[in-house]
C-alpha cells in the first residue's frame, strides 16, 4: 500500500500545492465575479464549500511535514499527543485519490480501506506498546467501520461531543465526496451512521493478534 503523493519529489509536492492554492482562489475569484455581474450575492456561499473540499489537499501535505499529523498508513493518521490521548483519522478524499488504484471495484475498495486502517492501527501499536503506556487513550470518527468491527480493534462507542458533531455538519460535503469516491457512486452517509470509538492502548495490544489475522485476510492479493 503506496501513498503516492507522497511518493513524489519535494518539488513535484510542492507544484500540487501551489496549483491546488491556485485552482481555489481561481474558483472562489469565479464565484465572485458571476455574484457581481449577476447580483446573486448568496452565490458567495459556495465559497466556503469550495474551501471545505480543497483544505485536506493542502492541509495534509502540510500537516504532515510539520508534523501536526502522522502517516502510519496511508489511511491511518494521527494528531501527536495531547493529555494522554491520540485522535486518529482516517483517510480523507485525499488520500484516496493517491491510494486507491482505479481496477480496485465494490466491495474491494471497503476492504482496502479497512485493511489500511488495521495496518496503521498495527504499526501504531507497534510503536507504543513497549513504552508503558497501556493508559494512552485513542479516539477517531469513523463512517466505515462498525460497531463489531470497532471492537476487534479494541474500541468501544463514545457519544459523540458537540464540537465534534459540528465538524462532521461543516465536513458533509467532503465526506459525502470521500464515500462516494469509495463508492463508485454518488452516497449520502447518515449523521447517525459516523461514529466514535475510544479504547485504551492495553486493550488494542490485547487485541492485536486478531488485528493481524483481519489484516492478513483482507490484504490485497
Known amino acids: 500500500m503506496k501513498h503516492q503523493f507522497f511518493q513524489k519529489s519535494d518539488s513535484e509536492q510542492q507544484k ?13 475569484s ?21 474551501i471545505l473540499i480543497t483544505a485536506p489537499f493542502i492541509d495534509l501535505p502540510m500537516g504532515r511535514k510539520n508534523g501536526k499529523f502522522i502517516y502510519y498508513s496511508p ?29 480496485l471495484k465494490g466491495r474491494n475498495r471497503t476492504r482496502f480501506v479497512l485493511y489500511g486502517y488495521i495496518l496503521g492501527l498495527l504499526r501504531f501499536i507497534s510503536e507504543h506498546e513497549n513504552k508503558s503506556r497501556g493508559d494512552l487513550q485513542i479516539r477517531g470518527t469513523s463512517y466505515i467501520i462498525n460497531d463489531k468491527t470497532a471492537a476487534r480493534f479494541g474500541l468501544k462507542p463514545v457519544k459523540t461531543d458537540i464540537l465534534q458533531l459540528l465538524i462532521l455538519l461543516l465536513n458533509y460535503i467532503p465526506i ?9 457512486k454518488v452516497h449520502f452517509p447518515k449523521i447517525s451512521e459516523i461514529k466514535t470509538y475510544e479504547g485504551k492502548l492495553s486493550e488494542m495490544v490485547r487485541h492485536k493478534e486478531k488485528l ?10
Not at 457581481?36 to 450575492?41: R, V
Not at 491511518?76 to 486507491?100: A, C, M, Q, S, W
Not at 459525502?176 to 463508485?184: A, D
Open 212 to 221: 493481524i489475522e483481519l489484516k492478513n485476510q483482507l490484504e490485497p492479493t
Open 30 to 50: 469565479l464565484i465572485l465575479l458571476i455574484c457581481y455581474l449577476t447580483g446573486l450575492y448568496l452565490l458567495a456561499g459556495l465559497i466556503p464549500f469550495a
Open 75 to 103: 489511511l491511518f493518521i494521527t494528531e501527536p499527543e495531547r493529555n494522554g490521548k491520540v485522535v486518529v483519522h482516517g483517510g480523507t478524499l485525499f488520500d484516496y485519490l493517491f491510494t486507491i488504484t482505479s481496477d
Open 16 to 28: 500540487f500545492l501551489w496549483k491546488t492554492g491556485l485552482l481555489l482562489f481561481l474558483v472562489s
Open 176 to 184: 459525502t465526496l470521500s464515500y462516494s469516491y469509495i463508492k463508485q
